[in-house]
T-cell receptor, first 113, second 111 residues
């Protein structure tokens, strides 16, 4: 597996609080992605990045923002967490082309009470 | 927007039986990828298909890409308990420039 770590691995927070999830990769991959996984919905893309400071929205981007100040780090921020954002969040990376295979991190389980 | 559907959602087989999951896209795909996620784990890339009608094999797993490049299938021959997990297809279209994952098929294998 590619060297992808996510932190924290588990988090419980309260509605209305800001939350930041971190993804760190050691593979120097160009593309980085944030997905959420919910029962019955598979994996849905939140945001992705195609280079430092270059990001774009996915299909479920409302309520989320991202930043990528270094190739190896991709941050996902929930500005004001809601219960509907309770989910498992996966970071993934990809190589030189957008259509290349993706490598996934171990995931972060977020619970918003 | 692009939609990728998978059937069945869940299948329970006895070890040694065959298993097939089907993936259908609402739009023509440039390529299709398959991933496996073990319970409690993360998705792991299995294979990518690019050509119309392409068939690829990995040991007991056979992957097909439809002639119209709108559907795909994964067939497992003689399942084993190690095959347990959720199998996702993911389609890429050049126009959407994003990989869209199917809803997944969860496979349970019992002895």
């Amino acid at each position: 597996d590619a060297g992808i770590t996510q932190s924290p691995r588990h988090k419980v927070t309260e509605t209305g609080t800001p939350v930041t999830l971190r993804c760190h990769q050691t593979e120097n991959h160009r593309y980085m992605y944030w997905y959420r996984q919910d029962p019955g919905h598979g994996l849905r893309l939140i945001h992705y990045s195609y280079g430092v400071k270059d990001t774009d929205k996915g299909e479920v981007s409302d309520g989320y923002s991202v930043s990528r100040s270094k190739t190896e780090d991709f941050l996902l921020t929930l500005e004001s967490a809601t219960s509907s954002q309770t989910s498992v969040y996966f970071c993934a990376t990809g190589g030189a082309l957008l259509a290349n295979e993706q490598f996934f991190g171990p995931g972060t389980r977020l619970t918003v009470l | 927007g692009q939609q990728v559907m998978q059937i069945p959602q869940y299948q329970h087989v006895q070890e040694g039986e065959d298993f097939t999951t089907y993936c259908n896209s609402s739009t023509t795909l440039s390529n299709i990828q398959w991933y496996k996620q073990r319970p409690g784990g993360h998705p792991v890339f299995l294979i990518q298909l690019v050509k119309s009608g392409e068939v690829k094999k990995q040991k007991r797993l056979t992957f097909q890409f439809g002639e119209a490049k709108k559907n795909s299938s994964l067939h497992i021959t003689a399942t084993q308990t190690t095959d347990v997990g959720t199998y996702f297809c993911a389609g890429f279209t050049g126009t959407a420039s994003k990989l869209t994952f199917g809803t997944g098929t969860r496979l349970q294998v019992t002895l």
